[in-house]
């Protein structure tokens, strides 16, 4: 039920399409995620060929959105420590399910992140371990050809010395 103000109730069909319309634009009109929006604007950088200018009035705009001034989520002094812890985290995944959360506050963004940081910990421990990956292509161990020359014995190539040859021992067919 919604309910006319009372200067509104004199009962005429425009007073109360005023009414309800306005009541109807309050409950459908989106919330802002506070949190998220300040992140958003922490991260802002200036970018490549943008003017100081532009940057700045990008800057307001966005700073419009995180109500800075505004103290109905949190402390201000909170407010600030917790979008830094957000900032700063390591895990983009904990950071990431901290932003979901609307009207966060430092206590519950601190138990939030330590219980979230402790549970993808736990689920590492439990994934299948990685095994060494197999890779289609070897690489060849060859040995440098040294200045060796031509054996006396047999023509081939191989360390000096009349023992290190295969054909020593044999007798040539060709020349007895």
């Not at 601190?110 to 590492?124: H, P």
């Not at 890779?135 to 031509?150: D, G, H, L």
């Amino acid at each position: 039920k919604v309910e006319v103000p009372p200067a509104l109730a004199d009962g005429s069909p425009g007073c109360v399409y005023r009414a309800l319309k306005e009541a109807l634009l309050a409950n459908f009109r989106p919330t802002t995620n506070l949190t998220s929006e300040r992140h958003k604007f922490r991260q802002m950088r200036q970018a490549d060929g943008e003017s100081v200018t532009a940057f700045i009035g990008r800057l307001r705009t966005s700073a419009e959105r995180c109500r800075f001034n505004s103290t109905e989520v949190d402390t201000i002094e909170n407010g600030q420590l917790r979008d830094q812890l957000i900032v700063g985290l390591r895990l983009n995944d904990v950071r990431r399910e901290l932003l979901k959360t609307a009207s966060l506050t430092l206590a519950k963004a601190v138990t939030d992140a330590v219980a979230l940081e402790s549970s993808f910990a736990d689920s590492k421990l439990y994934e299948a371990p990685s095994s060494i990956p197999i890779t289609s292509t070897v690489n060849k161990v060859s040995v440098k050809p040294s200045a060796q020359k031509p054996c006396k014995y047999c023509g081939r190539q191989h360390p000096w010395g009349k023992s290190s040859c295969p054909a020593a021992s044999i007798k040539c067919r060709k020349c007895g």
